[in-house]
T-cell receptor
Framework: DTAVSQTPKYLVTQMGNDKSIKCEQNLGHDTMYWYKQDSKKFLKIMFS???????INETVPNRFSPKSPDKAHLNLHINSLELGDSAVYFC???????????????FGQGTRLTVV | GDSVTQMEGPVTLSEEAFLTINCTYTATGYPSLFWYVQYPGEGLQLLLKATKADDKGSNKGFEATYRKETTSFHLEKGSVQVSDSAVYFC???????????FGAGTTVTVRA
């Protein structure tokens, strides 16, 4: 069973389009995240949700809108895609980051987004 | 804010060589420290972790010790294999912190 799964794995789209990336975790975790990895492999937090509530929004453009319909899902919708949005986007989940019960974050396989 | 600095790569080694990747951190309080590994085309996997000072994390022959006095968490392996070729990330989680902060990543290539 895949612990954190995200779809699609690859996404090629034109500038100006709107696209979504879906993420699901079957670990029963309370906290989910979106990270962006650039071409130099640098990982930057975008959003963090705890129990479906937005906890962190790290100065991400308004074109990026996360949505958590339930604790097991955190989807990422991107409007008006730009060339600079090309990157690998990782979803992750953990149990109560920032508390004594945190052990590790589990990552999905990533979605490679290419905007042309 | 909390941050992690790790040595820049890329690092290229021969099989059975000794590997060290330096990692230092800046944080208030007592963060938890992690090493994650990313194999080509895959997501990140936890390699090892330490949650308090002087803890040693170990896994798959890799080790790292949480040194509060030097704010460091250096990764070491005594004898690398070709299969250890990957990108290695040092990370920390501060108390009351709903995120992992990552270092820039170090690409390691092991040649046969």
């Amino acid at each position: 069973d895949t612990a954190v799964s995200q779809t699609p794995k690859y996404l090629v789209t034109q500038m100006g389009n709107d696209k979504s990336i879906k993420c699901e975790q079957n670990l029963g975790h309370d906290t989910m995240y979106w990270y962006k990895q650039d071409s130099k492999k640098f990982l930057k937090i975008m959003f963090s949700y705890n129990n479906k509530e937005l906890i962190i929004n790290e100065t991400v453009p308004n074109r990026f809108s996360p949505k958590s319909p339930d604790k097991a899902h955190l989807n990422l919708h991107i409007n008006s895609l730009e060339l600079g949005d090309s990157a690998v986007y990782f979803c992750a989940s953990s149990q109560e980051l920032g508390t004594a019960s945190f052990t590790e974050a589990f990552f999905g396989q990533g979605t490679r987004l290419t905007v042309v | 804010g909390d941050s992690v600095t790790q040595m820049e790569g890329p690092v290229t080694l021969s099989e059975e060589a000794f590997l060290t990747i330096n990692c230092t951190y800046t944080a208030t309080g007592y963060p938890s420290l992690f090493w994650y590994v990313q194999y080509p085309g895959e997501g990140l996997q936890l390699l090892l972790k330490a949650t308090k000072a002087d803890d040693k994390g170990s896994n798959k022959g890799f080790e790292a010790t949480y040194r509060k006095e030097t704010t460091s968490f250096h990764l070491e392996k005594g004898s690398v294999q070709v299969s250890d070729s990957a990108v290695y990330f040092c990370a920390l989680s501060g108390s009351n912190d709903y995120k992992l902060s990552f270092g820039a990543g170090t690409t390691v290539t092991v040649r046969a």
